[in-house]
């Protein structure tokens, strides 16, 4: 079966340290998503891309970078993470532009001290 | 103003309960209206989803659409503890048809 993979599921990182999120689709999906959710927040949009070496940036995209190399995966970056961005990430791809079924991972917890 | 605004609850309802969960929108664009559903550390699934105004029935859920005072609702019959979760509404639309979601709303259904 298809499916949308996110790794690692749980990370504990420093202040200041680069830290990577990955995210693999097996759906052929052009578009992806990076979300992350806190309470009181819901989810709100990192950055997104409807295809390959295409990047936008969403709402709270300040302290992150996306790039897209192939079909299959769109990884995070944290650049220098911060106590802020501790918080639970959200990968999720879609197959049509225009619908708004998208099909989400089971999510990154990521911890900065 | 958040272009999704949704009441984050918390709904506590007796099992067999009819439960109204509900939502506002402010972008004129949004064309398509969904809800997902959100159990504990787990990613939404989709649950609803709907273009434009009208009715859409599913089993013992039903969503509405307003687009006329843009208000997004959903209807569960014969809530079950099963349907303990948050619930997310969302739309999207425009030139990027990126979804904006609802802060969600946390119900518990009580046996």
């Known amino acids: 079966d298809a499916e949308i993979t996110q790794s690692p599921r749980h990370k504990i990182t420093e202040t200041g340290r680069q830290v990577t999120l990955a995210c693999h689709q097996t759906w052929n999906h052009n578009n992806m998503f990076w979300y992350r959710q806190d309470l009181g927040h819901g989810l709100r949009l990192i950055h997104y891309s409807y295809g390959v070496h295409d990047t936008n940036k969403g709402e709270v995209s300040d302290g992150y970078s996306v790039s897209r190399s192939n079909t299959e995966d769109l990884p995070l970056t944290l650049e220098s993470a911060a106590s802020s961005q501790t918080s639970v990430y959200f990968c999720?791809?879609?197959?049509?532009?225009?619908?708004?079924?998208?099909?989400f991972g089971e999510g990154s917890r990521l911890t900065v001290l | 103003q958040k272009e999704v605004e949704q009441d984050p609850g918390p709904l506590s309802v007796p099992e067999g309960a009819i439960v109204s969960l509900n939502c506002t929108y402010s972008n004129s664009a949004f064309q398509y209206f969904m809800w997902y559903r959100q159990y504990s550390r787990k990613g939404p699934e989709l649950l609803m989803y709907t273009y434009s105004s009208g009715n859409k029935e599913d089993g013992r859920f039903t969503a509405q659409v307003d687009k006329s005072s843009k208000y997004i609702s959903l209807f569960i019959r014969d809530s079950q503890p099963s349907d303990s979760a948050t619930y997310l509404c969302g739309g999207s639309g425009g030139s990027n048809y990126k979804l904006t979601f609802g802060k969600g709303t946390l119900l518990t259904v009580n046996p």
């Open positions: 999720a791809s879609r197959g049509a532009a225009n619908t708004g079924e998208l099909f």
